[in-house]
């Protein structure tokens, strides 16, 4: 028997109805069919993963959306919160230009970053890329690692670009924010 379940969808409803074409409740009754209480988070993606519409464009980032929805309505985790107990925050900007421009700029605006808000930095920055995405990274002291990916976004005019920084690793809820807003003020720098 499926346990009672909140009777409001998840924050990210919406988002998921319209990019797979199923409504929530379809990806709830999908879940909880194969167990979801139960399963761990990689088992619930890949669920998910199965029953996606195949018309859907980036199937696997949409299981893992319908996968943390899940997780979160049934109380399994809150948001901003990771499978594995620790916390992470994003912030992005488009921006105009090809993904080697921004990015370029991005690591002269970055330097040789020593540390972020009184967090020393312990390992990087590093840089890695492909033709599908640019990536730059560091550790804290902490633990805790930032990071920031361009990436292109389809645009009708000039080239433009999604510049994504994240934060992962943070020890709690009480320090999203925070770091949400130190990241974005990073990337109002470009």
């Given at each position: 028997?499926?346990p ?12 998921i ?33 199965k ?7 980036n ?37 105009p ?20 808000d ?18 730059w990274?560091?550790t804290f ?40 807003a ?7 720098e470009?």
């Amino acid at each position: 028997m499926t346990p009672a379940r909140p009777a409001t969808p998840p924050s990210r409803a919406a988002a998921i109805e319209k990019a797979t074409g199923l409504a929530w409740s379809e990806w709830a009754r999908i879940l909880d069919d194969a167990g979801g209480d139960d399963l761990p988070h990689n088992v619930l993606a890949d669920a998910a993963y199965k029953a996606m519409p195949a018309s859907v464009p980036n199937t696997g980032w949409w299981a893992q959306s319908v996968a943390v929805a899940y997780e979160q309505w049934i109380g399994r985790r809150i948001k901003g919160q990771a499978h594995d107990g620790t916390f992470q925050v994003s912030a992005t900007r488009t921006l105009p230009g090809t993904m080697r421009e921004v990015f370029d700029r991005w690591c002269e605006a970055a330097g040789d970053l020593g540390e972020l808000d009184g967090l020393a930095v312990t390992d990087g920055p590093r840089t890695s890329g492909t033709g599908k995405r640019l990536h730059w990274g560091v550790t804290f002291a902490d633990g805790s690692r930032g990071s920031v990916d361009v990436s292109p976004k389809e645009s009708k005019d000039d080239p433009k670009v999604l510049v994504a920084a994240s934060h992962v690793n943070l020890a709690s809820p009480d320090d999203l924010e925070r770091w949400r807003a130190i990241w974005k003020d990073r990337l109002k720098e470009l």
